[in-house]
């Protein structure tokens, strides 16, 4: 479970999904240096294990392992308990950033398959909105004092220009009137597009189409979830183009730079921007 002791008395708590390698790790690292308890997660425990003694060779000693499959109930509902017990309360969660299977997906992105859009959807939609949900009322603790901040890791390809259906895009950026329940509808939609090979007539990305679709939509619940809690910080971080294996170490930033946008808006202010999409550190239109 935890390859080190976690302090249940932390001032500040941070769970972070797919920590345990390129940007989600450097991203444990400045959470950690920053004096915030980390709790890393990773599908695989020995990578995740291993992470973790990594960062304590480098003076790091406040970040602690969970097994996390973000695709799987009982895993989330795991950690859950796991943080209630140990903590009562989390400050700052930081998703989106389980590197293996979004490189994978980007992998075969060229040749998608119904199976792999369908994939790509559970895993960077449903899969950070379920972990989302499941950790809500422990953020909901910590907003009473200043905590509550949660983090999705976006992208640019999760911009609302890609999408050529101005009926879709009206929708997804109409946050007063859209629901949850819709963007289930419209992510089915996709999908039954997908499956009849009817992308391009209906308006939709031809090229990693699930992934700017889910990310497209990940960036509504964002904005959704933010007006639904006024008292947290909900927002979404484009890191850069960093070198990781999800771009084929093809990245202009390095891992601790695509890091370090995100850290700094996990780290805004008691009162900062909430429902904002951040480029570089900066905040930028969702089109």
Not at 139 to 161: E, I, K, P, T, Y
Not at 211 to 220: R, T
């Amino acid at each position: 479970m935890a390859a080190a002791t976690p302090s249940p008395h932390s001032a500040r708590v941070a769970v972070v999904t797919g920590g345990n390698k390129g940007i989600g790790l450097e991203v444990c690292r400045q959470l950690a240096s920053n004096g915030i308890t980390v709790v890393l997660t990773a599908r695989d425990e020995k990578r995740g294990a291993a992470a973790v003694e990594e960062l304590a060779d480098a003076g790091l000693s406040g970040v602690v392992f969970h097994q996390l499959e973000v695709t799987d109930a009982q895993s989330i509902a795991r950690l859950a308990g796991f943080l209630k017990a140990w903590f009562g309360k989390l400050d700052i969660l930081i998703k989106g950033m389980d590197a293996f299977q979004m490189a994978e997906l980007m992998r075969k992105s060229c040749r998608e398959t119904n199976d792999t859009a369908k994939a790509g959807v559970q895993t960077n939609y449903y899969g950070v909105k379920n972990v989302t949900e499941a950790l809500l009322p422990l953020l909901l603790q910590a907003s009473s004092s200043g905590g509550g901040r949660v983090v999705n890791v976006s992208s640019d390809f999760g911009l609302l220009r890609y999408l050529r259906n101005e009926e879709v895009k009206h929708e997804l950026d109409d946050i007063e009137g859209l629901t949850e329940e819709r963007l289930d509808e419209l992510l089915s939609t996709f999908l039954r597009d997908f499956e009849a090979g009817a992308l391009k007539s209906r308006g939709w990305p031809t090229e990693f189409a699930a992934y700017k679709v889910a990310k497209a939509a990940l960036n509504s619940y964002s904005r959704v979830l933010a007006r639904r809690h006024p008292e947290l910080r909900v927002n979404c971080a484009h890191p850069g183009y960093v070198k990781t294996d999800m771009t084929r170490q093809t990245g202009l930033l390095t891992p601790a730079q695509g890091a370090a946008n995100v850290v700094k808006v996990a780290l805004l202010p008691e009162g900062g921007p909430t429902g904002a999409f951040f480029a570089l550190g900066k905040e930028a239109p969702f089109v």
